[in-house]
């Protein structure tokens, strides 16, 4: 494959090359040109985050009273399992990758992504994966119903649905993984002359370290749902106890991955907060250099902590200690990173237009999901609490209310950048306060629901869990509209918003606002020179 | 950027994906690699010590309660026949006591199964001491051969008194290339 696209290699007259790229679909389906493989990115994760929202308010519904009255149980745990599945692998990494495609090369000043075909390949690729993945549904026996962490022994005995979602996480992850090798190289070998390391912007350095964790682990993911695979139709007995395997170890394979993987979801959204916060608080970000070594330490530890999620399977006392300190350890690293957040705004000039607003609630509610995740780590309290709400509430916020609402404050930011208009702000601003509100609503009675016992993956509950339930749907419902109200806000701005100028937002200080708005088709070709 | 630089560029990045292309292709090794690696934990560690007599220390047997013991027997993909010949046995923690299972190989052709056995509740398996049984081995069978084959045991008087039932399942796998 090419590892300079030819749009660049005829670099020479560039100016006169602006216009000479396919118009209509064919433009999208060949495309090699980062902005719009962002683009793309972008709109695929939109599109599976409704699908996959869509299941989540079959789930609230079907909980809203105890006792079964709109869905059969078979057919709730395939939502429950692949609505966890979609929005993991079709929205939150996605929409990360989308960002990091259309901003990586424009914050360090590189004329586009270092392998473009493999780039176009990379996003082409996850269509497919996503129809793989829902048309799971239609195969005999539904879709899969083993959770989205597919643990055996139910995921070996389950139907067909089954073997078309290993094949659609072998299909995302192979994405994933040529995602990341791009990544890495555009970032380690097209930087502008004069951006060091220690001068690259926080997003970038984020997601060099995430790229670097994908290609670690996507590949362990891959060979734990090729045993799966072989231990369904080939014969072996990897996860088989009656064949001389163990469904433990599956455990241990998928959560080495798995934890890696929650960072993954959340170290992208750390860079856009740290983007954001600076340049409406304008001030330059507090401990900038601090925040690149939180981020490089978080990412080593959560290579050690992955039976964490595992304290009830019979592990030894030593082996819950260990993995249990470890655990509180994480939250050193991520506590500098609040911190320098705080005082970044710490007697800063600040604005409260939409992307700070998404910023600052990430920070809030991404603070309780750390703490709810200190609590979980206790082994104690985790064995009172495991496979309970109180988990379900734990990882909302962290990933809707962490990972999300930072996309969100990211979107806002860099829309006038990349379609040269504005939103609507007071509209941004009441998608921000309706996201905020009901969120709270749905995940925070989750959390008084878990202790009182109420288990995770079931349609029916005991009566008494019934209020608190009642609530999270009405919640979750208010929540789904909110998401209506932010594709309504986009298409406007897209449409009918007001030109946007080069630099919207006066505290940015980052290369993209040297360019005009929106961004040219091309840019860089000649590399800026960073002091 | 003259041309020399584009190609520069174009082969340090080429060089870069083949190094980041190597570290998928490792880990990807290492997902099974932790297979053995799981498997010498245990047996290091002795928490999946399932085929090798079990050491009893306490032989008193308390004879203030009986232990209902339940015997069940499966197959997996294996047309063999295989049943414990006393199915329910009352017994004193630390008793010796020997069950007898039969095994039939149905087809015409030898075979190699080896059994795996499973308790229920799982807390009991820690007390269920066998110190002779035919799970400790593969066990070979000629065409329709049938064959009785015992289990040696006792149970750990440290039993906690709650359990009174326990149910010992085993199944039996082929093991092929034999």
Not at chain 1, 6 to 15: L, P, T
Not at chain 1, 433 to 447: A, C, E
Not at chain 2, 136 to 145: L, T, V
Request: charged letters at 10%.
């Amino acid at each position: 494959m090419s590892s300079i696209p030819h749009d660049h290699a005829a670099g020479h007259d560039v100016g006169h090359e602006h216009a000479h790229h396919p118009s209509g679909i064919t433009r999208w389906i060949t495309t090699t040109n980062h902005k719009d493989i962002g683009t793309l990115y972008l709109w695929f994760s939109f599109i599976m985050f409704l699908v996959g929202g869509v299941m989540a308010l079959a789930i609230r519904a079907e909980l809203f009273q105890p006792g079964l009255q709109l869905v059969e149980p078979e057919f709730f745990n395939q939502l429950n399992t692949v609505h966890g599945l979609i929005m993991i692998f079709g929205a939150i990494m996605p929409a990360a990758v989308g960002f990091a495609n259309w901003q990586v090369p424009l914050m360090i000043g590189a004329p586009d992504m270092a392998f473009a075909r493999m780039n176009n390949w990379s996003f082409w690729l996850l269509p497919f994966a996503g129809v793989l993945l829902l048309g799971s549904f239609l195969a005999p026996g539904g879709a899969p119903s083993a959770g989205w962490s597919l643990y055996p022994p139910l995921s070996v005995q389950t139907g067909m649905g089954m073997d078309m979602t290993i094949f659609a996480v072998h299909i995302m992850g192979a994405s994933s993984i040529m995602g990341s090798i791009n990544i890495i190289t555009t970032i380690l070998n097209m930087r502008a002359p004069g951006m060091t390391m220690m001068k690259m912007p926080l997003f970038v350095w984020t997601w060099l370290i995430t790229a670097y964790l994908l290609i670690a682990v996507m590949p362990v993911l891959a060979g734990a749902v090729t045993m799966l695979l072989t231990d369904r139709h080939f014969g072996t007995s990897f996860f088989n106890a009656a064949g001389g395997g163990d469904p433990v170890l599956f455990q241990h394979v998928f959560w080495f991955f798995g934890h890696p993987e929650v960072y993954i979801m959340i170290l992208p959204s750390f860079g856009i907060v740290s983007t954001i916060i600076p340049a409406f608080a304008r001030k330059p970000l507090f401990g900038y250099a601090s925040m690149v070594y939180a981020t490089a330490s978080i990412a080593i530890l959560s290579f050690m902590v992955w039976a964490h999620h595992m304290f009830t399977v019979g592990m030894a006392a030593a082996g819950q200690v260990f993995f249990m300190y470890v655990t509180l350890l994480i939250a050193l690293p991520t506590a500098v990173k609040v911190l320098n957040w705080v005082a970044t705004m710490w007697k800063g000039s600040m604005i409260f237009e939409a992307p700070m607003l998404f910023a600052i609630g990430f920070i809030f509610m991404f603070t309780v999901g750390g703490f709810t995740g200190l609590v979980l780590s206790l082994v104690p309290v985790d064995i009172a609490l495991h496979d309970t709400y109180y988990v379900v509430a734990h990882f909302h916020y962290v990933l809707v209310a962490g990972s999300l609402f930072a996309f969100f404050g990211g979107i806002y930011y860099w829309l006038p950048k990349w379609c040269g208009r504005m939103y609507d702000e007071t509209l941004g601003e009441w998608h921000f306060w309706t996201s905020f509100v009901f969120f709270n609503i749905t995940f925070f009675p989750m959390h008084f629901l878990g202790l009182a016992g109420m288990p995770r993956r079931v349609p029916d509950y005991a009566t008494q869990f019934t209020d608190w339930n009642m609530v999270a749907s009405i919640g979750a419902f208010g929540f789904g509209l909110s998401q209506a109200l932010f594709l309504y806000i986009v298409l406007k701005c897209i449409m009918f918003g007001a030109p946007a100028p080069a630099r919207p937002w006066e505290g940015s200080d980052t290369l993209e606002w040297t360019l005009p708005s929106p961004a040219p088709y091309h840019t860089f070709e000649t590399p800026p020179q960073v002091r | 950027m003259n041309h020399t630089g584009f190609d520069d560029l174009r082969q340090s990045n080429r060089t870069l994906l083949f190094k980041l292309g190597f570290v998928v292709v490792v880990m990807f090794g290492f997902g099974f690699a932790l297979v053995p690696f799981y498997d010498q934990i245990c047996k290091v560690t002795g928490l999946r010590d399932i085929d090798s007599p079990d050491r009893v220390e306490n032989s008193q047997v308390d004879r203030s309660r009986t232990v209902r013991l339940e015997f069940d027997a499966n197959v997996r993909k294996l047309p063999w026949t295989f049943r414990p010949l006393a199915p329910v046995v009352s017994v004193h923690p630390g008793e010796v006591t020997q069950v007898v299972y039969e095994v039939e190989n149905t087809t015409d052709r030898p075979m190699t199964g080896q059994a795996i056995p499973s308790y229920g509740p799982q807390l009991a398996a820690e007390y269920f001491k066998k110190l002779d049984c035919f799970c400790f081995a593969k066990q070979s069978f000629g065409p329709h051969e049938k064959r009785q084959m015992p289990v040696v045991f006792v149970i750990d008087p440290r039993l906690p008194r709650d359990l009174n039932t326990i149910s010992l399942s085993y199944t039996f796998f082929e093991v092929e290339g034999n």
